[in-house]
Structure formats: C-alpha cells, structure tokens
C-alpha cells in the first residue's frame, strides 16, 4: 500500500492516488484520494479494491506510521465483522 500526491486536482479536487499492489499476480489497484485521506477511508478502499478479487493478505506492506497502520487494520477488521 503506498500514496501518491501531488497530483493535479480532479474533478471532485483529489489530488493522490492510493496503490495497492497484489505480489502474488502483481495486480495493480489504484484509487484517487484527497490529500487527507484517513486510515478508515483507505481500509474502505481496499475492501472495495483488493479483497473483494483477492480476498485477505497475509501481510500489508505499508511505509505509514504505526497509527496510520493501527487505524487501518482496526477498521478493516470491523468492516469484515471479527473482533
């Protein structure tokens, strides 16, 4: 998982991109984000994006602090109903 931003705006004024790369298949997943983009969004995104065709990852390679990454997997794990 990794962000892009400092792109130009688009129409709705997001200026990122979220990639998530499968390392398996080596598909590439990408989703346009605003510049604050939360942890809670991102784990939405990829439930949408990544584990609906892959299902769950065993790992999350991520280069976000520990907080980022603590808000993601609380909110993923919540989406998917286990405790």
Not at 40 to 58: C, K, M, Y
Request: charged content about 25%; cysteine-free.
């Amino acid at each position: 998982m990794d962000f892009i931003f400092g792109l130009p705006r688009d129409a709705e004024g997001r200026t990122g991109v979220l990639v998530f790369v499968d390392r398996f298949s080596k598909m590439v997943h990408l989703a346009p984000v605003a510049a604050e983009v939360t942890a809670e969004e991102s784990a939405e995104l990829f439930l949408d994006l990544v584990f609906r065709h892959h299902g769950l990852p065993e790992s999350i390679v991520s280069d976000r602090d520990p907080r980022f990454t603590s808000a993601f997997w609380t909110r993923l794990f919540a989406l998917l109903g286990t405790r």
